[in-house]
């Protein structure tokens, strides 16, 4: 613990605080920012590792990231270093990068292309399934190779993107979920998109801040100005804030998404995932800073520019915005109590040329420009948090009913975990 972490230890002990976890999100007022430990104490921290980063499921990156055999990339949820990788029959596995021998990590780069995989240390190799091929003679003759095979996290995909779960056992059910997704990912056919940009933030915020500060746009007229050349604030023409005008504009891009075969009922579950397809402002076709194209060639099987946007939201670590000519896709990994990386990533379909068909930096823009605002948000709202002066704060019920769902999804999943650890 560093001396920063220390000025933020509200408990003595780990234990301790899980008790007082437990107690706070039992008595917590509903609809209600949650007691200052939770977004600042090193021992809440670990606490949200232990039983949320290590237990559910965590969105890491794209399947067209690792288009062919052998493509990797590597990630790291808290101090577990993770391997993605394709294997030879084309399936995408997720491994602990971590060799059986002594320990060491393995993969030490970002991202790369390898025929095994073989430990820098002493050489060990294995093969794209995690099998132990070679760890020479110098272990003797009693060594038992097939017993030191890289341990795997679950990992399934759909739809393009990877999600692992490193949970001990069963990992939570995630089945329906990926059945949507597949579905309403299909007009997009991600196998065949890449990346075009990818930008990594450090926010000095809690992971949560982070997370209910992209669950709610009720800050957005005043800090988002590029975003909102092109994005409606609200994502259900139920929200107070949608004008009469807004919802005949909603029935005509249905209209639009129904003669193109475009899956646009919401779908929700539970708290975790929710699909909704909204339109971009009258005259807009993606997010860029005039709204107009962002890449010539459209994605997959899409035809209409104006598509408007369909959001995909994954607890606890992931949004995402799919538009007609290219899709960005956003990570949220905890790196400390007050320290958070957030990696965006923008997909183009894979035959768009760079400077031709796009350019990265018009591609980037608005998110670059709104992330930015956002980190400022986010960290503002640490310091607060962190005073003496702070005390959990009433949440709009209709401007911000995706906070008040993430913090109802983080307090029952806390509790659930907590409590089947104890048994
Ligand atoms: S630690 Fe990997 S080969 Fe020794
Ligand atoms: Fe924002």
């Excluded at 590597?74 to 002594?102: S, Y």
């Excluded at 025929?115 to 272990?139: F, I, R, S």
């Excluded at 209910?212 to 994502?235: K, T, V």
Aim: net charge negative; with cysteine.
């Amino acid at each position: 613990m560093n001396e920063h972490d220390l000025l933020n230890l509200t408990y003595s002990t780990y234990p301790q605080a899980v008790t007082e976890a437990s107690r706070l999100l039992t008595e917590r007022s509903l609809d209600q920012s949650l007691p200052q430990p939770f977004y600042n104490d090193p021992h809440m921290f670990r606490m949200d590792m232990e039983q949320v980063f290590h237990k559910e499921w965590i969105f890491v990156g794209m399947s067209s990231e690792v288009p062919a055999k052998g493509d990797y990339f590597t990630v790291e949820i808290g101090q577990n270093p993770i391997l993605v990788v394709r294997d030879g029959d084309g399936a995408v596995q997720a491994f602990h990068n971590v060799c059986r021998h002594r320990g060491s990590k393995i993969c030490t780069k970002h991202r790369g292309k390898v025929a095994n995989l073989v430990c820098p240390y002493h050489q060990w190799t294995y093969d794209l399934k995690g099998n132990l091929l070679y760890a020479g003679a110098e272990m003797g003759d009693e060594f038992e190779i097939k017993s030191h095979n890289l341990k795997p996290t679950h990992c399934r995909t759909a739809g393009g993107f990877i999600f692992i779960s490193l949970a001990q056992g069963e990992a939570p059910d995630l089945a329906p979920f990926l059945e949507s997704l597949a579905s309403y990912m299909e007009p997009y056919d991600m196998e065949n998109t890449k990346i075009a940009v990818e930008s990594s933030l450090i926010e000095e915020a809690n992971w949560k801040l982070v997370i209910e500060n992209n669950r709610e746009c009720y800050h957005c007229a005043s800090s988002h100005p590029e975003l909102l050349n092109s994005l409606l604030e609200w994502d259900d023409t139920n929200d107070p804030r949608a004008s009469d005008e807004f919802i005949e504009h909603y029935q005509r891009q249905a209209q639009a998404w129904d003669a193109e075969d475009i899956p646009h009922q919401h779908v929700e579950h539970g708290l975790r995932n929710r699909i909704v397809r909204m339109p971009l402002k009258e005259g807009t076709e993606v997010m860029t800073i005039d709204g107009k194209q962002g890449c010539s060639k459209l994605l997959g099987r899409i035809k209409n520019r104006q598509l408007g946007s369909m959001r995909i939201l994954h607890l606890p670590n992931s949004w995402n915005h799919m538009q007609s000519d290219h899709v960005v896709v956003f990570r949220v990994l905890p790196i400390s109590a007050q320290k958070t990386l957030v990696t965006t990533k923008w997909l183009v379909h894979k035959d768009a040329v760079e400077g031709v068909d796009y350019d990265p930096e018009r591609l980037r823009a608005v998110w670059d420009a709104t992330n930015d605002q956002d980190r400022e948000l986010a960290e503002q709202n640490q310091r607060g948090i962190n005073s003496i002066g702070y005390q959990p704060g009433p949440y709009s019920k209709t401007y911000e009913f995706g906070v008040i769902n993430f913090i109802d999804w983080y307090s029952q999943t806390v509790r659930n975990n907590t409590s089947q650890e104890r048994i």
